[in-house]
């Protein structure tokens, strides 16, 4: 079973760990990446290619002139991903707060059950588990995804841990055909979608998705997000509610 993993890149030439990618990258034959470049300032696009120059077999680079914002980054890249023969397709997190062994992780539930189609990573700090979240991060976390799960009647805990993985099929297509309308909860969105494509039957949908407790996260420095991004959240969640008829 192969996976391409799509990850978005803005402005990261100094946060991205390419010497994690290569150590992955040696130790796993069967996942390759796509690395979107997404109208970056800095050297993020000379690291980019650096890297796939190491790895040329197992590595695209999609260099996008213009900065669209991380979901319309994932969307050119889950695209770009499709087109290939892989077995499965997901997006990670530049800075890599979810470690690249985890697409194991994610992979399995994929293989083990073939109802499953989509694999959500989720920050839930169990025993036995290193999820490092900064606090008031953490609370307002639980206040969306609270709200997010009313929203969609789902009772999902994390919508936006950057660590997803889908089949790779016609459905997961569909899910990333069209511009999202949300620049920062694109993920309730995909959701959205989903819900829409299964014609709003929940318990189809339900069964459909499965969360996996990460093993580890971490919160990394330098993250683009800012306070005032949960706001424009709510905000953009009450457009999605609106826009797919949610309610």
């Keep these: 079973m192969t996976c391409t993993i799509v990850v978005p890149c803005y402005n990261e030439a100094v946060r991205l760990d390419t010497d994690s990618f290569g150590r992955y990258l040696e130790n796993s034959?069967?996942?390759c990446f796509v690395l979107v470049n997404d109208g970056s300032t800095d050297r993020t696009i000379d690291v980019l290619t650096k890297l796939q120059s190491a790895f040329p077999d197992r590595i695209d680079v999609l260099d996008r002139k213009k900065n669209a914002g991380k979901g319309e980054a994932v969307r050119a890249?889950?695209?770009?991903?499709?087109q290939g023969s892989s077995d499965f397709v997901g997006f990670w997190d530049a800075d890599l707060a979810t470690p690249l062994d985890a697409i194991a992780d994610l992979l399995q539930p994929l293989t083990a059950n073939p109802r499953i189609q989509m694999v959500f990573g989720a920050r839930v700090k169990l025993m036995g588990r290193d999820i490092e979240r900064k606090p008031s991060r953490h609370y307002l976390g639980r206040v969306f995804a609270t709200t997010v799960s009313m929203l969609l009647r789902l009772p999902i805990y994390d919508t936006q841990c950057g660590a997803k993985m889908f089949r790779?099929?016609?459905?997961?297509?569909?899910?990333f055909a069209g511009p999202f309308h949300s620049r920062w909860i694109f993920d309730v969105e995909i959701l959205a979608r989903f819900i829409q494509g299964r014609r709003g039957d929940v318990q189809s949908v339900r069964q459909s998705i499965y969360e996996f407790p990460l093993m580890e996260w971490r919160d990394v420095g330098g993250s683009k997000v800012r306070p005032k991004d949960f706001l424009r959240a709510f905000i953009d969640l009450l457009g999605i509610g609106r826009r797919y008829k949610l309610r």
Excluded at 168 to 175: H, K, V, W, Y
């Design 29 to 31: 034959s069967d996942t």
């Design 77 to 82: 890249g889950m695209l770009h991903a499709l």
């Design 168 to 175: 790779a099929n016609e459905e997961t297509r569909s899910l």
